[in-house]
């Protein structure tokens, strides 16, 4: 079993940025594909980003490509999630969420999930 936990989110104006970290628990971390999803108010839960677990393979949604990066660190059970050029509309709850294969994350049915983090973009 795996147990996540999100750090990081704050307030922060149009175009600047945050890193969000989700630490992970349980020896068998580093098998897991790891992926971001969020929340806005009044919306449903929405895919962001995903891992694989050798880090090799990423995949994010279209409305983050070419801003947000994911990464991980096994030897530190931390998965990372840089965000740029944040915009409002990506103003949400983040979850970090982990899963037994790449395809589940995509799927947006991972196994374990986090509390989640507020990241709210505004000036």
């Known amino acids: 079993q795996v147990q996540v936990a999100e750090s990081g989110g704050g307030l922060v104006q149009p175009g600047g940025s945050l890193r969000l970290s989700c630490a992970g628990s349980?020896?068998?971390?580093?098998?897991?594909?790891m992926g971001w999803f969020r929340q806005a108010p009044g919306k449903e839960r929405e895919f962001v980003a995903v891992?694989?677990?050798?880090?090799?393979?990423?995949n994010y949604a279209d409305s983050v490509k070419g801003r947000f990066t994911i990464s991980r660190d096994n030897a530190n059970n931390t998965v990372y999630l840089q965000m740029n050029s944040l915009k409002p509309e990506d103003t949400a709850v983040y979850y970090c969420?982990?899963?037994?294969?790449?395809?589940?994350?995509?799927?947006?049915?991972?196994?374990?999930w986090g509390q989640g983090t507020q990241v709210t973009v505004s000036s």
């Open positions: 349980g020896r068998t971390f580093s098998r897991y594909a």
């Open positions: 891992i694989s677990w050798s880090g090799v393979f990423r």
């Open positions: 969420a982990a899963a037994q294969t790449y395809g589940t994350v995509i799927g947006g049915e991972p196994e374990y």
